[in-house]
T-cell receptor
Framework: QKEVEQNSGPLSVPEGAIASLNCTYS??????FFWYRQYSGKSPELIMF????GDKEDGRFTAQLNKASQYVSLLIRDSQPSDSATYLC????????????FGAGTILRVKS | EAQVTQNPRYLITVTGKKLTVTCSQN?????MSWYRQDPGLGLRQIYY???????DKGDVPEGYKVSRKEKRNFPLILESPSPNQTSLYFC???????????FGPGTRLLVL
């Protein structure tokens, strides 16, 4: 079992729809969780991080964390073609925030 | 401008020829890491450093060396590169209070 698992996709959604990206992790002691976006040929850029159970909203993005189910998700509302990218889920298993474990990523395609 | 820089961006080399990929950050971050990214495997941590002269192995350290003599620089050394080290390499930095990691632009390495 991989430490952080994501469906590789591609996930295709029409423009304006909600895209839902999911991630599960195996280490129950994980404390912080991150979503990165990576365009083809570019470096990952941070979208959101979440530490506590529940929802965290930032603009069109909502991160959801359920530690009991070991599940993290990212919702993108009003999806735009510019949101088409690979979304990486990352889990911190280091006490000092320095040991990130990444999922392989989900490819999102937003069709206009 | 706050940034992480890497050089070179692209490199083709031959088996056994020592090489160094440089990484520098101007954000005064204590933490720095090296990752490699391979299709289907995602980002995997090679080495990380929590401060000057403090380094430790990540998940895939074999065949790599690092050093941290200055806070801003964290070079990655391949003493005897092999074809299985052909990959896309990213350097990242972060500070203890903000656990988000900021990535450099990447170095694409081909070992023949």
């Amino acid at each position: 079992q991989k430490e952080v698992e994501q469906n590789s996709g591609p996930l295709s959604v029409p423009e304006g729809a909600i895209a839902s990206l999911n991630c599960t992790y195996s280490d129950r002691g994980s404390q912080s969780f991150f979503w990165y976006r990576q365009y083809s040929g570019k470096s990952p850029e941070l979208i959101m991080f979440i530490y506590s159970n529940g929802d965290k909203e930032d603009g069109r993005f909502t991160a959801q964390l359920n530690k009991a189910s070991q599940y993290v998700s990212l919702l993108i509302r009003d999806s735009q073609p510019s949101d088409s990218a690979t979304y990486l889920c990352a889990v911190n298993r280091g006490e000092y925030g320095n040991k990130l474990v990444f999922g392989a990523g989900t490819i999102l395609r937003v069709k206009s | 401008e706050a940034q992480v820089t890497q050089n070179p961006r692209y490199l083709i080399t031959v088996t056994g020829k020592k090489l160094t990929v440089t990484c520098s950050q101007n954000m005064n971050h204590e933490y720095m890491s090296w990752y490699r990214q391979d299709p289907g495997l995602g980002l995997r941590q090679i080495y990380y450093s929590m401060n000057v002269e403090v380094t430790d192995k990540g998940d895939v350290p074999e065949g790599y060396k690092v050093s941290r003599k200055e806070k801003r620089n964290f070079p990655l050394i391949l003493e005897s590169p092999s074809p299985n080290q052909t990959s896309l390499y990213f350097c990242a930095s972060s500070s203890p209070g903000n656990r988000a990691q900021y990535f450099g632009p990447g170095t694409r390495l081909l070992v023949l």
